[in-house]
């Protein structure tokens, strides 16, 4: 006759337990990590077309850049990224 030992029972559901939380806060981490760097890409390049149009609109073209606020490249030029 077999005894039932609950406390291995126990042990192996908490470690299966254990081990389907480090996979999922592994795979967060990964998909945070990867969504950070897409977000700082797009972030950059933003910031350069809008640098990009802010020269050819200093130039005396008329572009988009031209009707932001914060044209300048002084003091509120990054504002908009930042915050």
Do not use: P
Request: aromatic share 12%.
């Amino acid at each position: 006759m077999r005894t039932y030992d609950r406390s291995s029972d126990i042990a192996g559901k908490s470690l299966r337990l254990w081990q389907l939380k480090t996979k999922f806060r592994v795979t967060c981490n990964f998909e945070l990590r990867l969504y950070t760097a897409l977000e700082q890409s797009l972030i950059e390049l933003l910031l350069y077309t809008d640098l990009a149009l802010t020269m050819v609109s200093a130039r005396g073209v008329r572009s988009y850049s031209t009707q932001r606020q914060y044209l300048n490249l002084g003091s509120g030029f990054m504002s908009h990224y930042v915050a």
